[in-house]
């Protein structure tokens, strides 16, 4: 239990005994600073009630303007009697971290609800006008200089009451700090006493650091408090210290999109009503409004009289299906508060194919190839190959099924059975790989291939759009390979790429619907270095090759092991499905810098014996002639 909670208790005893039963205490419930109140911001128009705040705990300040030579007090608790004079911003709390800026001089009320005896304190200026809020009659005091307003209850009633004073600022700028104060101390016979001015309540209920400033910086448009953002619809938006967020939706063909601001001054104050001019590039059309609800524009500048405050601006095309790019720009009395650049797609004008596989024999177009789809867009769906569609701008479209159908255009028969697009985009991010569309094709029960088209027809207005002819092949499953090495030789450091070719029965290149299976590799001194290959393992079990039936690992030659020299025979195993007898390429190592082995020296010392022979020999030649 903590002292203030045991004071209190102990004062429905024992300052019921010191003042002879003529004060009780209500306990003040203890409340964490993410449960307090919001505040409003000066020069609104309504005031904050005390009754709104944590009894004990919090503390309000007078935001509404007075049109009277002097601020003054709330006489009810909703506050709505406060005003103030010279107060420039105040935050949204109020507990104990609040902030607010006042002129050299100002005037504002400070009111709360509390349940026991209450101080205000300040570090500078002065208190005046303290008072209750309520029915139950105070005894005020201050101390020799105003920094001090003691209120006091003899009674307090049953439940918290109101409490408030005014607050004239120093005039001298600074920052002066304001606090709430509350309870009772202990005398020194152990017993819970009413406070005095010198002698104050012992617990911090609320405090709030004040900034006193010579002249206002208020009036002008501060971007530092002022927010923009796109969004997808009209808002009320609100400056904020967490930065305003565009919408990351995307705008498809016939979507207006809508820029929401709030324009303030360097204390998050509303600015005087002005010219609001907003114009768009490319021929966007745009409407402001200071309403959340506007109809699209009919031009390319819109003009409103407008504070800024959380007004709206919707951009449309300017013809229905034709992309649009445009760059927004809002100001204020010529004062460019905010440039948005917004993208609305439109109708689909192009088809890009991609990923084209291989596809197995007598299959539909519906199956096979979702380890495929999965090692080229991270995607695992059945294709054979991927369907981008494209505005004439070249901006992604997502080709979700309410927007349109796909459809075989030509190329099926007997070779291609069929063409079909099985899995629609979900997005039309061009950097996520939901903007594919997974297509497959179906094939007939002898390998070959044909050229082949699809297209895309928009159901609202029936436009259809065909791809470009790509080229489908149908091949058997893998009945043998062969391993080959890019180099016959190489030197320790190198990069070695080996290419496994999968065949069919026939000597065609295998399908690649079908994974490579268990295998093993055996190369002295070289070391795989792709992620789906290991020393113990081989090859990725479940990986495909490529559309040709072949796949490609790459390794370093002797960089973890140092090398030797000399002439190498790999063994390469592709052990299920079972394909034939185990590769065995042959390579070269050398070690680079002198590379001479024993059988050149050797050779080099016959070589320079029999030199020497050839030279002795002449010699004697000569001595014989001379005799």
Not at 68 to 81: C, E, H, I, R, Y
Not at 330 to 347: D, L, M, P
Not at 443 to 467: D, E, H, L, R, Y
């Amino acid at each position: 239990m903590s002292k203030t909670t045991l004071r209190k208790r102990i004062a429905l005893t024992a300052v019921s005994a010191l003042f002879a039963g003529m004060l009780t205490v209500a306990s003040a419930p203890v409340a964490s600073a993410a449960a307090q109140s919001s505040h409003t911001n000066a020069g609104g128009t309504t005031m904050d009630a005390a009754l709104s705040g944590i009894t004990d705990r919090s503390m309000f300040t007078s935001v509404v303007a007075s049109t009277a030579a002097t601020a003054a007090v709330p006489t009810v608790t909703d506050g709505t009697s406060a005003t103030q004079k010279g107060l420039l911003s105040k935050d949204t709390s109020s507990g104990t971290a609040q902030t607010a800026t006042i002129l050299a001089g100002g005037q504002v009320a400070f009111y709360a609800m509390v349940s026991t005896s209450s101080a205000f304190t300040a570090t500078g200026g002065s208190f005046s006008s303290a008072a209750g809020i309520a029915t139950a009659v105070p005894t005020i005091a201050y101390n020799a200089n105003n920094t001090v307003a003691l209120i006091t209850y003899a009674a307090l009633p049953a439940a918290a009451t109101g409490i408030a004073t005014l607050w004239t600022a120093p005039t001298t700028p600074g920052t002066y700090t304001v606090s709430l104060v509350t309870g009772f101390y202990t005398n020194s016979s152990g017993v819970l006493t009413q406070p005095t001015t010198s002698i104050l309540p012992p617990t911090l209920g609320a405090s709030i650091l004040v900034t006193v400033v010579a002249s206002s910086a208020g009036g002008s448009y501060s971007a530092a408090r002022s927010a923009c953002k796109v969004d997808t619809a009209g808002g009320s938006l609100a400056y904020s210290s967490t930065p305003a967020v565009d919408t990351t939706a995307t705008f498809v063909d016939g979507d207006s999109a809508y820029i929401q601001y709030d324009l303030n001054d360097a204390y998050i104050q509303n600015l005087d009503t002005g010219n609001i001019t907003v114009t768009a590039t490319n021929g966007g059309l745009v409407n402001a409004s200071t309403s959340t609800s506007l109809v699209a524009g009919t031009s390319s500048t819109a003009i409103l009289s407008s504070d800024g405050t959380s007004d709206n601006v919707r951009v449309s095309q300017p013809t229905a299906g034709a992309p649009l790019t445009t760059t927004v720009t809002i100001s204020y009395n010529g004062t460019t508060v905010c440039t948005k650049t917004i993208t609305i797609r439109g109708e689909v004008a192009k088809l890009t194919i991609g990923n084209i596989a291989s596809q197995a024999l007598s299959t539909a177009s519906t199956a096979n190839g979702a380890q495929w789809m999965y090692q080229q867009t991270g995607i695992y769906t059945a294709g054979q190959f991927t369907v981008v569609a494209t505005d004439s701008a070249g901006n992604a479209v997502d080709t979700a099924s309410a927007l349109g159908s796909y459809s075989a255009a030509s190329g099926v028969g007997t070779q291609i059975t069929s063409l079909s697009v099985n899995t629609r985009s979900s997005t039309s991010n061009a950097s996520s790989p939901l903007v594919y569309n997974f297509g497959g094709f179906g094939c007939g029960v002898t390998a070959g291939q044909a050229s082949v088209s699809i297209s895309f027809t928009t159901t609202a207005t029936g436009k259809k759009v065909t791809s470009d002819p790509f080229t489908a092949r149908c091949a058997d499953t893998a009945a043998t390979y062969t391993v080959s090495l890019d180099k016959a030789s190489y030197t320790q450091g190198e990069i070695a790429k080996a290419t496994v070719k999968f065949l069919d029965s026939k000597g065609n290149p295998a399908n690649n619907m079908e994974a490579i299976g268990a295998n093993s590799w055996v190369l002295p001194y070289m070391t795989a270095v792709d992620s789906s290959i290991t020393a113990t393992t081989g090859a990725s079990s479940t990986s495909v090759t490529k559309a040709n039936g072949e796949v490609v690992y790459t390794f370093t030659v002797g960089t973890s092991t140092a090398a030797v020299a000399g002439t190498y025979t790999g063994v390469v195993s592709f052990t299920a499905p079972a394909l034939g007898v185990n590769a065995t390429p042959t390579y070269k190592v050398v070690t680079g810098g002198d590379t001479t082995t024993n059988a050149d020296v050797l050779k080099s010392i016959v070589a320079l014996i029999a030199s020497i022979n050839k030279q002795i020999q002449a010699l004697q030649k000569l001595i014989l002639q001379r005799r």
